[in-house]
C-alpha cells in the first residue's frame, strides 16, 4: 500500500475493529453476535464481504485480490460513498485475512474481533488462528469467533468468569514452542507450575469449577480455547 494510502486511511483509524473473514459461519451465529456490538470500522476479507451482505454489515473497508467474492456483490459494496476498497494482487506472500490484520494494526486497532476465520480448509484456518500474534505483538487485544469457539492468546495472566464464558470447555494449547510455569486455579483440573510443549494434549476440554477461574503461565503463549459442544 502506498504511504499516501496510509495516510489517508489513518484519517479514519483507532477504536474496535471487526474483521469478517472467508470462512464458514452460521448467519444466525453472526447476527446474534453483532446484537449490541458497535464497531469503529469493520473490514470484509475477500468472500467475508458475501457474509456481511447477508447478515446485514455494512463494512468499511473491502480487502483481498477477491478471488473468492462474486464481482457483482464487489461492484455492488465498491460503489457505495464512504467504502474504501483495498485491492490485492492473487500473486501474494500472505493470506487476505493476514493482510487484513496488518492493515487493522496500521490503523492503529484499539481492539479486533474476526469472524470468518475457521472453516473447512484447515490450512487456512490454522494461518488465520497464527494471524492472532500479530496484534499480540503489538499488544491490542484480539479474538476470533465462531459458533462454537472463541479463541484468543495469553501470556502472563487472565481470570474466566464462569457466567461469560464461552461454552462449557477451556483448552490451552502452546503456541511457542514450550510454555512453562503454567497454573491453573478454579477448575475442575487444576495445574500447578506445569509445562506444557507442542504436541502435548494436557491443556485439553478443562472446565471451570469455581466463580472465577485463573491462567497464569510465566513463559511462552498459550492459545485459550473456549468451546461450546
Do not use: W
Request: aromatic content about 4%.
Amino acid at each position: 500500500m502506498m504511504a499516501e494510502e496510509i495516510e489517508n486511511l489513518e484519517k479514519k483509524n483507532g477504536g474496535s475493529m471487526l474483521l469478517v473473514s472467508g470462512g464458514m459461519a452460521d448467519r444466525a451465529f453472526v447476527t446474534d453476535f453483532m446484537t449490541n456490538r458497535r464497531y469503529d470500522l469493520i473490514l470484509a476479507v475477500d468472500g467475508g464481504l458475501r457474509l456481511c451482505h447477508d447478515a446485514g454489515i455494512l463494512p468499511t473497508h473491502l480487502v483481498g485480490d477477491f478471488d473468492t467474492v462474486e464481482a457483482p456483490l464487489l461492484e455492488q459494496y465498491a460503489s457505495l460513498p464512504g467504502i474504501c476498497v483495498i485491492r490485492h494482487k492473487p500473486e501474494k506472500d500472505a493470506t487476505d485475512t493476514e493482510l487484513a490484520m496488518e492493515l487493522a494494526i496500521e490503523l492503529h486497532a484499539a481492539q479486533i474481533h474476526i469472524l470468518g476465520g475457521t472453516g473447512s480448509r484447515i490450512d487456512h484456518s490454522l494461518a488465520n488462528i497464527y494471524t492472532l500474534l500479530h496484534a499480540h505483538r503489538k499488544q491490542i487485544p484480539c479474538t476470533m469467533y465462531d459458533a462454537c469457539n472463541k479463541l484468543s492468546l495469553l501470556e502472563g495472566e487472565r481470570i474466566i468468569s464462569r457466567d461469560e464464558q464461552y461454552g462449557d470447555y477451556v483448552s490451552l494449547l502452546p503456541v511457542t514452542e514450550t510454555v512453562k510455569g503454567i497454573t491453573l486455579e478454579g477448575f475442575k483440573y487444576p495445574l500447578q507450575e506445569a509445562v506444557l510443549s507442542i504436541g502435548s494434549s494436557l491443556g485439553i476440554s478443562n472446565e471451570i469449577a469455581a466463580p472465577r477461574a485463573t491462567i497464569r503461565c510465566r513463559q511462552g503463549i498459550l492459545l485459550v480455547v473456549e468451546s461450546r459442544d
